[in-house]
């Protein structure tokens, strides 16, 4: 390949970081846009006007922000691109899911901290465009959970308290991010406090057309619904083998594993030191009767 060849083909990349090349003959850099330079200090940064970049491919929006996640602590996005990604934000809207998906599945996939990921995106209005749903849940009152947290940052709590071996861990982290998605719209404030009554019903409604928005298959949409609509279980290692099996049956054999992981990311959502050993006891006996029963035998 030319090097002028070379030259337009940095141009069509995204950031500067992506468009170094190496050369193995001479054990040099070919960099046409500071990339080095850039990946030094540990910025992502459009190459050229950054407008025009965004309009020539609007996914670019959020791939800059899932990268920062990717990449990891220290890593930010240059101010001019965060401005541009803020000001055309909308038109993310614009994306189909298909695309969308590539872009999100790294970020279930890929991202250590997720967390991380979504304060960008709520910084430049990408979840305007793409999960308005979550916009809702800042300032809504956790403080049963701990004083002076509010909706948002607990799921963001239970979303980075997975582990990133887990099996299970797009499908787990969809859920924990989703999970509670339905509480904004069930909050009742009486004299007896505030509840959120029947949220996981609502959620699991919620949770479909999200996923379809972002690409996500029916058996993954099915999958993360039927775990948000029973993360409210209430069972421990106390209760008999007979209420254990229908736990069990109504979680599915395949499912229920995740759906206790579920509640540990829950109550690690707290943000306090709070022990799991319940939920673990539980997944002790759970199983026991896993190793007892054939898959046949569940109804």
């Not at 940095?10 to 193995?24: C, E, G, M, Q, V």
């Not at 846009?33 to 025009?52: A, L, R, T």
């Not at 695309?99 to 304060?119: D, G, W």
């Not at 071996?165 to 982290?173: G, I, K, Q």
Request: include cysteine.
């Amino acid at each position: 390949i030319a090097f002028d060849e070379l030259e337009d083909d940095a141009k069509s990349r995204d950031f500067t970081i992506n468009s170094l090349y190496y050369n193995p003959l001479t054990n040099s850099w070919i960099d046409y846009f500071g990339g080095q330079e850039d990946c030094k200090n540990k910025i992502i940064k459009f190459i050229g006007n950054p407008q025009d970049n965004i309009l020539s491919s609007k996914i670019r929006l959020l791939r800059g922000p899932v990268l920062c996640g990717i990449l990891g602590k220290g890593w930010t996005l240059d101010y001019q691109t965060m401005v541009a990604i803020k000001d055309y934000s909308l038109k993310l809207m614009a994306v189909q899911p298909q695309v969308l998906y590539k872009e999100v599945t790294k970020l279930f996939r890929r991202v250590q901290k997720a967390s991380r990921v979504f304060n960008i995106l709520r910084q430049t209005n990408i979840l305007t465009a793409i999960f308005p749903e979550l916009i809702l849940t800042i300032g809504v009152d956790q403080s049963n959970k701990r004083d002076h947290l509010d909706l948002y940052t607990h799921i963001m709590y239970a979303l980075d308290s997975i582990n990133m071996d887990s099996s299970n861990l797009e499908l787990l982290r969809l859920s924990a991010l989703l999970h509670d998605i339905g509480k904004p719209q069930t909050e009742v404030i009486s004299e007896k406090g505030r509840h959120f009554f029947n949220h996981e019903v609502v959620g699991k409604q919620m949770s479909t057309p999200i996923l379809r928005r972002w690409g996500y298959s029916k058996e993954i949409q099915q999958k993360v619904g039927h775990l948000i609509e029973n993360h409210l279980f209430n069972l421990t290692a106390s209760h008999s083998k007979s209420t254990i099996k229908k736990f069990i049956s109504r979680a599915t054999p395949d499912l229920v594993h995740t759906l206790l992981d579920l509640r540990v990311a829950d109550i690690m959502g707290a943000g306090i030191s709070k022990s799991t050993f319940p939920v673990e006891s539980l997944r002790r006996k759970v199983n026991n009767e896993l190793m007892k029963t054939s898959p046949k035998d569940f109804k």
